[in-house]
C-alpha cells in the first residue's frame, strides 16, 4: 500500500460521477486500498461509460436523477464518511450556460452544503480551466482577493470558478477540498468523444491512418506543436486525490498536476515510442471556435500538495503513456481489469 493513501477499508464513500473518467479512477483506487462500500451516482445516458463500471467493485450505483439530493437529505442512501464530488458536464466547448449553471455550480453548492451540515468529508473537482490563460499565474491560491482575478476563458471554467468563489467566501474552504486538475489522460475515457484526452484520440488516428494530427500554433512564440501542458496521468491524479481526501488538516485548493510541461510532440514521441511505431505528424488548423481560448503553456505547482506530505514521485511522461497504451489501449481493458492479465 502507499505511504501516501491509508486503509479506507471502514469508510462508506460517495463518488459523484463515479462511472466517468476520474471519477471511475477514483473508485479504482478505492478499491486497491480496501475500499468496497461505495456509492456511485452518475447519470449513465446513451455512451459507453458503463463498461468502467464493469470491473469495478462498489455496494450501490444509484442515477443522479431530480430527487437525488432529496434522498441524500432524507437519509435514503444511508451514512457516508466521504464524499467525492466528480459529477460535472466537463466539456470546455459545451455552450449552454445555464445548463452549465445548474449542473457544475448550483448542484456542487447544494451538495456541499449538505456534507458540510453531516460534517462529511467533502472533496470536489474543480478545474485549472478557472485560470484562464494563466495571466494571474497558476497557484493553487484559495484567497477570495486571488480568485476574484482569474478570468476563466469559457462557460466550463466559469462554472466551476463560481463555486470556488462561494466557497471562499462563506469559508467553507477551511472545512473542504477543491481539486484543480490539469491535463488528466489515461484509460476510462474512451466515452468522452471530442473531449478525450490526446493520448487515447491519437491512439485511434496512428492505429487507423498511421499518423497524428496536433493544432498548427497561432502564437509566434511557440513553433508548431511546441504548445505545452501539464500531462498527468490519472493513475497519479487519484493518488493524490485520495491523499487529500484522508489527511484531514488538508482543505482549500490543490493543484493536481505533474508539476511539468510538456510540449505536444513530447507526448506524439511517446504515443509513437509505446506503439513502437515511427513518429508521423501532421499540422492541422486549429479550429476558429478556439482561437480566442487557447492555452499554449500550463504547469501547475504543487507544493501545496506536497506540504501535505505527499512524497510519491509523478510518473514520468513517456512512461506513463506507455502504461496507457500497452496495459489498456491495446487490449481494451478498463482500469481494474488488470487481474485479467495475471
Request: glycine share 8%.
Amino acid at each position: 500500500m502507499s505511504p501516501d493513501v491509508p486503509d479506507f477499508s471502514r469508510q462508506r464513500v460517495l463518488v459523484t460521477g463515479g462511472a466517468g473518467f476520474i471519477g471511475s479512477a477514483l473508485t479504482w483506487a478505492l478499491n486497491q486500498h480496501g475500499c468496497t462500500d461505495i456509492v456511485v451516482a452518475d447519470l449513465l445516458g446513451m455512451n459507453e461509460k458503463w463498461r468502467n463500471l464493469v470491473p469495478l467493485r462498489f455496494a450501490d450505483c444509484v442515477d443522479v436523477g431530480d430527487t437525488f439530493l432529496a434522498d441524500l437529505r432524507a437519509g435514503a442512501l444511508g451514512r457516508f464518511d466521504l464524499v467525492l464530488h466528480l459529477g460535472a458536464c466537463s466539456a470546455t466547448t459545451e455552450r449552454d450556460a445555464s445548463y452549465l449553471l445548474r449542473n457544475n455550480y448550483a448542484f456542487t453548492r447544494d451538495l456541499a452544503a449538505w456534507a458540510l451540515d453531516k460534517d462529511i468529508r467533502f472533496v470536489y473537482a474543480s478545474s485549472a480551466a478557472t485560470y484562464g490563460l494563466g495571466e494571474q499565474g497558476m497557484d493553487d491560491d484559495d484567497s477570495e482577493a486571488y480568485l476574484r482575478r482569474l478570468r476563466p476563458l469559457n462557460m466550463y471554467g466559469y462554472s466551476k470558478h463560481l463555486f470556488d468563489l462561494y466557497a471562499a467566501k462563506r469559508g467553507w474552504l477551511d472545512a473542504i477540498v477543491g481539486i484543480k486538475y490539469f491535463n488528466i489522460f489515461g484509460p476510462n475515457d474512451a466515452h468522452k468523444g471530442d473531449m478525450r484526452s490526446l493520448v487515447t484520440k491519437g491512439f485511434d488516428q496512428v492505429r487507423e491512418t498511421g499518423r497524428l494530427r496536433l493544432f498548427k500554433s497561432l502564437n509566434p512564440a511557440y513553433a508548431d506543436g511546441h504548445q505545452r501542458r501539464d500531462f498527468h496521468y490519472v493513475k497519479d491524479a487519484a493518488a493524490m486525490t485520495l491523499h487529500l481526501a484522508a489527511t484531514d488538516t488538508a482543505h482549500g485548493l490543490f493543484n493536481i498536476a505533474s508539476g511539468r510541461a510538456h510540449t505536444w510532440l513530447d507526448l506524439a514521441d511517446a504515443l509513437f515510442a509505446a506503439l513502437a511505431r515511427p513518429a508521423q505528424v501532421e499540422f492541422i488548423d486549429m479550429p476558429e471556435a478556439l482561437h480566442r481560448t487557447y492555452q499554449y503553456d500550463t504547469k501547475g505547482g504543487i507544493g501545496k500538495l506536497r506540504a501535505t506530505g505527499y512524497a510519491s514521485e509523478v510518473t514520468p511522461l513517456a512512461a506513463a503513456v506507455r502504461d496507457c497504451v500497452t496495459g489498456y489501449l491495446l487490449p481494451d481493458r478498463r482500469l481494474g481489469d488488470e487481474a485479467l492479465s495475471s
